[in-house]
């Protein structure tokens, strides 16, 4: 069973920055590298938005437009961590963020930021940005 865990939630105000991680554990004779990773937030009012994706080797990513050169998706296959640096935060970049893990297949249809093509999921952090 592939396990995530999301860290590096919290509160910041407008402007701000933080960069999440997700530590993925993997069956053994699995590895990390065999799937393709997501970033995705929520809140209470919204539906589950897409933000981000990485291909298992890093070389292809999408973004969302809300986030397109703001936030940066990035993996080390060394460490089983994926990573989302959030940059030139506002109050509507409040949510609880998730990772999601999809075994790696076809790209193509992953850039369209569904959750429904992401098997695994983590339970989330929660940011929080202020005024």
């Known amino acids: 069973q592939v396990q995530l865990v999301e860290s590096g939630g919290g509160s910041v105000q407008t402007g701000g920055s933080l960069r999440l991680s997700c530590t993925t554990s993997?069956?053994?004779?699995?590895?990390?590298?065999?799937?393709?990773m997501g970033w995705f937030r929520q809140t209470p009012d919204k539906e589950r938005e897409g933000l981000a994706a990485?291909?298992?080797?890093?070389?292809?990513?999408v973004y969302a437009d809300s986030v397109k050169g703001r936030f940066t998706i990035s993996r080390d296959n060394a460490k089983n961590t994926l990573y989302l640096d959030m940059n030139n935060l506002t109050p509507e970049d409040s949510a609880v963020y998730y990772c999601?893990?999809?075994?790696?297949?076809?790209?193509?249809?992953?850039?369209?930021?569904?959750?429904?093509?992401?098997?695994?999921w983590g339970r989330g952090t929660q940011v929080t940005v202020s005024s």
């Open positions: 999601a893990a999809a075994r790696a297949g076809r790209w193509a249809s992953l850039e369209k930021l569904r959750g429904t093509d992401f098997t695994y």
């Open positions: 990485i291909s298992q080797g890093s070389a292809s990513s």
């Open positions: 993997v069956p053994r004779g699995d590895r990390f590298e065999n799937y393709h």
